[in-house]
């Protein structure tokens, strides 16, 4: 009797073992792998299509994010073109690269926040003054932090009359010549909005004007089935998570969770630590990416996070853990530059040294 029961306990286990087994998940078959970078300098486009080709592509990197905002020569708004941004002749030549091999491009330009960088108005901002949410605060000729105005950077408001004429051209010619299916607006580190001294926007609760600006992109992208992607930081609230006012918000807009639609993808920074928010997105019915920086051990507790999110959760909710995706906050060329010569900052750590360890551990299996 007792032989029997050992056995049937050890068929149990056996059979246990196959099913954790069968659950287990292939970072590898991660739906998105993906790194966020600035759009090249014309002069440094070769180098950039050949670090595509040689380093992106073994890794099975299957998304890549550039940052144009307005480093392109635009004709439909002649007067925020960059007369040093890449012609399309040259975003055609990243465009089929990523066509041979199968990466997913998707262009990014801010949209409501992020229209300033210290002391330096956005393109849009200085041709179109008008539409500053705060025109009243001043961009200083030096710039600190923190700051009696609040400024980090500068918003557009939401509900001038003019300024969506304005940026959804932007946006249709350049999902066009990226030939794009999905567009990342940005919309991180948004401090001002709602300014009691907007004559539009005062009184008016932040949680909605973001929710408002968010779905009215996500609107105007899907008249020509396209999709739209963004950082999550200002979902979150900065209060009760204690992640404070950069990874999450401290104005009220996290609220705003719970009013725009479901097929808007959210892109989850965290650079200190890997905090757990891909399943707060997840249970809300959003697809979630984890983005990472210059912290590779943080990186990789970021990939085994979401490779165990997604072997774990129940359906539907394990589809939404899409993947990781690396983040550059530096020009292209100094992360080529430092991705070959490993080149470390202050801290000691290094974006390239992080998308390096964070591809290792997709790939190590």
């Known amino acids: ?71 392109y020569q635009y004709k439909s708004r002649p007067e925020l073109a960059s007369k040093d941004g890449l012609s399309n002749k040259e975003i055609k030549s990243i465009v089929e690269v990523c066509k041979k091999y199968n990466i997913n491009l998707i262009p990014q330009v801010n ?39 609040g400024l980090y950077c500068k918003s557009y408001c939401p509900l001038h009359p003019d300024v969506h004429n304005v940026v959804f051209d932007i946006v249709d010619e350049i999902m066009d010549v990226f030939e794009a299916k999905s567009f990342h607006a940005g919309m991180d580190e948004i401090f001002y909005l709602a300014d009691p001294k907007c004559p539009r926007c005062s009184g008016k609760d932040p949680a909605e004007l973001f929710a408002g600006e968010v779905t009215k992109v996500r609107n105007h992208l ?69 983005c990472p920086w210059r912290n590779p051990k943080v990186g990789v507790l970021q990939v085994a996070d979401m490779v165990k999110f997604r072997s774990s959760a129940k359906e539907p909710m394990n589809q939404r853990y899409q993947g990781i995706i690396q ?32 591809f290792g551990a997709i790939n190590e299996k």
């Open 1 to 71: 009797m007792l032989v029997k029961k050992s056995i049937s306990t050890f068929i149990i286990l056996v059979l246990l073992s196959v099913s954790v087994q069968a659950q287990e998940f292939n970072p590898k078959e991660l739906p998105v792998r993906g790194l966020c970078i600035a759009a090249p300098d014309p002069s440094g486009l070769k180098p950039f299509l050949n670090f595509i080709e040689k380093e992106l592509v073994p890794r099975r990197v299957n998304t890549l994010i550039l940052r144009v905002d307005y480093k």
């Open 111 to 149: 949209l409501l926040g992020h229209q300033s960088w210290h002391s330096t108005p956005s393109k849009l901002l200085e041709v179109y003054p008008e539409f500053d949410e705060t025109p009243h605060v001043k961009l200083p000729e030096e710039y600190v932090w923190p700051n009696e105005d």
């Open 222 to 290: 899907a008249e020509k089935g396209r999709d739209l992607w963004i950082w999550g930081d200002r979902l979150i609230d900065g209060k009760t998570t204690g992640m404070g006012i950069w990874e999450a918000s401290f104005n009220n807009t996290y609220r705003a969770i719970d009013m725009i639609p479901k097929d808007v993808f959210i892109c989850d920074w965290h650079y200190e630590r890997p905090d757990q928010t891909p399943v707060y997105f997840a249970m809300k019915g959003f697809n979630v990416a984890t």
């Open 327 to 358: 983040t550059v906050w530096t020009s292209s060329e100094n992360f080529i530059e430092s991705f070959y010569h490993g080149k470390l900052d202050e801290r000691g750590f290094s974006d390239a040294q992080c998308f390096k360890e964070v």
